[in-house]
């Protein structure tokens, strides 16, 4: 599968989706207009790249300094993604990155660790 990459944007994180290397990052801020616009082609190309990968190695980073409630329910559908390409054999490796000093990103990423049961959720403070 071809890499995505998406430049940040005033209102739109940097998507650098390295599917030959099996390694993708989101980062910055994510509020777009239209969240479904711009998330959707993402959850795409993430599902299928799950399927052809199965057995495989994955790796996933987020690096986000604010996110919406749409951007947030977007994330969510990636993780469940992320947590059934698990269950389909492939080892997730997800970090959730956030500055020392933001307990709200560091939070974020505690309450979305609640969601995954096979997924190796890292959360890291940078």
Known sequence: ?????IPAMERSPEVDFRFLENRLSL??????????????PLLKRLSAHCEAIRGQELQVEFRLDYFNTSSAKALMNMIQILENAVRAGTRVTLRWCF???????????????????H????L???
């Not at 500055?99 to 049961?117: N, P, Y």
């Not at 997924?119 to 890292?122: I, M, W």
Request: aromatic residues 16%; charged residues 35%; without cysteine.
């Open 1 to 5: 599968m071809e890499n995505m990459f």
């Open 27 to 40: 980062r910055g801020e994510a509020y777009p207009e239209d969240p479904a616009a711009f998330f959707g």
């Open 99 to 117: 500055q020392k000093d933001d307990e709200v990103m560091r939070e974020f990423g505690e309450d979305f660790s609640m969601e995954l049961e």
């Open 119 to 122: 997924v190796n959720f890292q």
């Open 124 to 126: 890291v403070e940078i």
